[in-house]
């Protein structure tokens, strides 16, 4: 990974930290389907402004099928689970579940491409991982086990969308393939969030964190996001989800006053040591014979 994508890998994590505590503000005066939407269609707005002189929708001819697949697997399923989930769980915790994206990633992978195949370290690593998962669901309970389970359901469709679109959109400008995700994605759930729209005018501050999502966690991020796929590949570039939960645990206890458990940190250690493993990142090393 060169200077420049680890730059970029930086930023991208920062914005989607922050989102998680963008996402808890706007649940708590509007629904999931409607913060979904709002994200979708202010980061639509942001792109589509950027769109004049760079190619236009050209480059989408011929994949509208991948790119509504794209829109509902990466943008309008986790998007909305994402919500739910914030309605019962802190937004650092949700971040720190989210993180078994690459365990996910890594085992999809070996499904696809047999050369991909789960061994040796990488296998320990995968089983790390997931002692790291099973630690941080299995000490909710009732309403929080549900959308601890919503969460995993969102590391699972991320790791799912990255391999699709690493093999779909290769080619493709990160401009129009950000665009045409989430205006599909937008177009989908529009009619939940229709049907949810608020009663009374939500206080300035849901509306101002929804806006912020749109323009940085779905637009800016998204842009950056498909260029690092570009530039790194898919394996480097869902490594942002090591940063991510750090970024998320930090403003979700300085913005929310929320608190950081030693079970959250433990699992985050489990599940971030599993990624470097599973992921070729670390490796283990044969204890040294003494001579």
């Known amino acids: 990974m060169t200077r420049r994508d680890a730059t970029v890998l930086l930023v991208l994590s920062a914005i989607w930290g922050a989102s998680f505590l963008f996402i808890k503000l706007g649940v708590d005066a509007f629904e999931p389907s409607v913060v979904a939407f709002g994200r979708l269609f202010f980061g639509s707005l942001l792109l589509l402004a950027l769109l004049p002189g760079r190619g236009g929708l050209a480059p989408l001819r011929g994949h509208l099928r991948p790119i509504v697949v794209l829109g509902a697997l990466n ?40 050369s991909q195949r789960v061994a040796g370290a990488r296998l320990v690593g995968v089983a790390v991982g997931f002692v790291g998962v099973v630690l941080l669901v299995g000490v909710q309970s009732g309403g929080e086990l549900i959308a ?53 005018a939500p206080p300035a501050k849901a509306w101002l964190a929804v806006v912020a999502l749109g323009v940085l966690g779905s637009g800016i991020a998204y842009l950056l996001y498909f260029a690092l796929i570009a530039s790194a590949g898919a394996s480097r570039a869902i490594l942002v989800t090591y940063l991510v939960p750090a970024f998320a645990l930090v403003y979700g206890t300085v913005f929310l006053d929320e608190t950081v458990t030693a079970v959250a940190l433990a699992g985050l250690a489990l599940v971030l040591t599993g990624t470097a493993l599973a992921t070729g990142l670390a490796r283990l090393r044969p204890a040294s014979v003494p001579s």
Do not use: H, K
């Open 75 to 114: 943008n309008a399923i986790p998007f909305w689970l994402l919500g739910f989930a914030e309605t019962r769980l802190d937004s650092g915790l949700t971040a720190v579940i989210q993180a078994a994206a690459p365990i996910f990633t890594v085992v999809l992978a070996s499904r696809i491409d047999a």
């Open 148 to 200: 601890a389970v919503a969460v995993l359901g969102v590391a699972f469709c991320y790791a799912a969308s990255v391999l699709f679109a690493g093999v779909t959109m290769r080619g493709i400008p990160a401009l129009q393939v950000s665009l045409g995700q989430l205006t599909c994605a937008a177009v989908l759930i529009s009619p939940f969030a229709l049907l949810q729209r608020p009663d009374s």
